[in-house]
Structures are given as structure tokens and as C-alpha cells.
């Protein structure tokens, strides 16, 4: 199964997921085996293969998920068992299958036991889950889907990926010089905590007075906020805030819908606003530059993002 060719309309805040579900072990004696339903963005996923027959296990690795490496098309591509990243113990009552992704750059596979279909969906539809919800999944959960007959959680992949590789993490340049500017004002929206927390520690180290949002309807809440105070206190909303740096997967509005309502602004669209995702690749950065996005990164070059956010402020 080929990743599907279907591209939304950037801005209309849709988005399409794979869904995919894990077999677990009974939860009670005497029990048929629990299935928990799962997602992923699709423009995550480069397609869907039957286990590899051949994956070579690796002699040192930083986390037993890694079942090893398996070639795809001359490229070697990591298996991570989903299941066992989870700490769900899987049964397999059918052959299962592996999603093959590619994000920040890097290609990673993980086994899972099955997928049902690709769902289009508002991102009004996904629910950031509960910091009760979260703090239970160790913050691994970005959002929560609510179908009629059953629950699906969209994973935070990236951590995954993040926490087995560290070398793929958000890390920022100590050798740059970061000149003599002090109080650019910066609101930082991301749904992942892990990726706030991170962003917050490098754009201050880079100077930078950061606020932090985690959907992008709590972003643009804050911007008219501050837009409000602005015209109240007759001065210019970049007294206030200087550039928007927003995640482009987040539940009830995402980054391209975000962009849109600040270009539609007659205050707010001077803002720059720039993309930081782990989804902007040449297939569709095109997305971006439809909704007016005045610059787009891919995640994690946070040393790049910062040296932009100063450029595009100072032009």
C-alpha cells in the first residue's frame, strides 16, 4: 500500500491519517485479546509493506524496540516494534504490518498488527488529550480521535524517534554569535510537550522573549489578544510580539489554518510567520507557500530557525 497521492488544500484545517491498531494480551483471564486503534498523519508515511523477510538485528542498541534494519529499495531503514516502544504486549493472531515513515529528514519503520483505512478529518475533530491523559502515555499522545464505535490516539512519533536516536533531537549551535538584539518577542505554537520545552530552552538561549501555545487556536486567541492591546495602547503590534513560529500538525487548528487567519489580518499579517515542521519537504512545501507563510523548516534545525526568525524580524 503506496502512500496516497491525495494532497489537501493546505489551510482548510484537514488532515488525513493512517489508522493502524496494536493486539494486545488479554486484560482478564478468560478475555479475547484487546485492540488499541492508533494514527498517523499520512503525509508522514511513505507506504505499507508486510513484514521485511529479512531484518538484520543490530549488536549494540539504545532501546530493545529496535527489532534491526531491514533494505528497502537500497535504503536501510530501522524496525521499531511499536508494541514494545509502548509497553503493550502484542499477540499476533495475523501477519502483521509495517508502516514505513519519513520526517525530520529520516526515514523509520514501525511494526504494528494491522491498518483499517485513511480517515480525512478537521483538526477540530482531534482533541488534545488531558495533561491527566498525557502525563499516563509519558507525553506520547498529540492528540485523540473519537469515532463513533471506538477511540483512536495520534502518536507523538517524533518522540519516539527523538528518544531512541538523541543525535536526531533539537539541539542549538553554542559557537553562533547572536549579536547584540535583545527583546524579540516570539509565540511558539506546538502540540508536543516535548518540542515546547525544547523550543522554549533554545530561542532564549538565542535571545529570545518566548510564549508558548499548544494548538493553533490557543496561538491566534493570544495574537488577538495582543492585537487588542495594541490598538488600545495606540502602538504597533511588534511593540508586543515579532514573529509567529508555529508546528503545522496540531489538534483543533493547525499551522496552515493558523497562517491563513494571521494573513487575513490587517494587524496581525505584518507579523512573519514561519513553519517549523517535521512534514516540510520539497513534496509539500508548496502548502506553505499557499497560505503565505513567509519562511519553512524542517524539524530539528533550531539553530536555522533561530538565525531566520532574527533575519526575517530585521528585514
Not at 488600545?232 to 489554518?257: A, C, L, R
Amino acid at each position: 500500500m503506496a502512500q496516497t497521492d491525495i494532497l489537501l488544500e493546505a489551510g482548510t484545517n484537514e488532515l488525513e491519517i493512517v489508522e493502524f491498531w496494536l493486539e494486545e494480551e488479554p486484560r482478564e483471564e478468560g478475555e479475547s485479546s484487546y485492540r488499541g486503534f492508533y494514527g498517523v498523519n499520512v503525509a508522514k508515511v511513505l507506504e505499507i509493506i508486510r513484514m521485511p523477510e529479512r531484518v538484520t538485528k543490530l549488536p549494540q542498541v539504545a532501546h530493545p524496540a529496535i527489532m534491526g534494519t531491514f533494505n528497502l529499495r537500497n535504503k536501510v531503514i530501522p524496525l521499531v516494534d511499536l508494541s514494545h516502544w509502548l509497553k503493550k504486549p502484542r499477540v499476533e493472531l495475523e501477519p502483521p504490518k509495517v508502516i514505513v515513515t519519513e520526517f525530520n529528514n529520516v526515514c523509520s519503520a514501525f511494526l504494528v498488527s494491522g491498518v483499517t483505512r485513511i480517515h480525512r478529518i478537521s483538526w477540530e475533530k482531534v482533541e488534545a488529550p488531558s495533561t491527566y491523559v498525557s502525563t499516563l502515555s509519558e507525553d506520547s499522545i498529540t492528540g485523540v480521535v473519537k469515532f463513533e464505535d471506538r477511540i483512536s490516539l495520534i502518536l507523538d512519533l517524533e518522540k519516539i524517534v527523538a528518544e531512541l536516536n538523541p543525535q536526531l533531537g533539537l539541539k542549538l549551535d553554542d559557537s553562533i554569535d547572536w549579536g547584540t538584539h535583545s527583546g524579540y518577542k516570539a509565540i511558539i505554537a506546538d502540540d508536543s510537550t516535548l518540542i515546547r520545552e525544547m523550543l522554549h530552552e533554545t530561542m532564549t538561549r538565542a535571545k529570545f522573549a518566548v510564549e508558548m501555545a499548544k494548538t493553533g487556536r490557543e496561538c491566534f486567541e493570544k495574537l488577538l489578544a495582543l492585537k487588542r492591546l495594541s490598538i488600545e495602547e495606540e502602538k504597533p503590534i511588534t511593540d508586543y510580539v515579532n514573529v509567529v513560529i508555529s508546528d503545522i500538525e496540531m489538534p483543533v487548528m493547525d499551522g496552515h489554518n493558523l497562517t491563513v487567519r494571521i494573513k487575513a489580518d490587517e494587524v496581525l499579517r505584518q507579523l512573519p510567520v514561519i513553519l517549523f515542521s517535521s512534514i516540510i519537504t520539497d513534496k509539500l512545501r508548496h502548502k506553505g507557500e499557499s497560505v503565505g507563510a513567509d519562511d519553512q523548516i524542517s524539524k530539528p534545525e533550531v539553530t536555522e530557525l533561530a538565525q531566520r526568525a532574527i533575519a526575517l524580524i530585521e528585514r
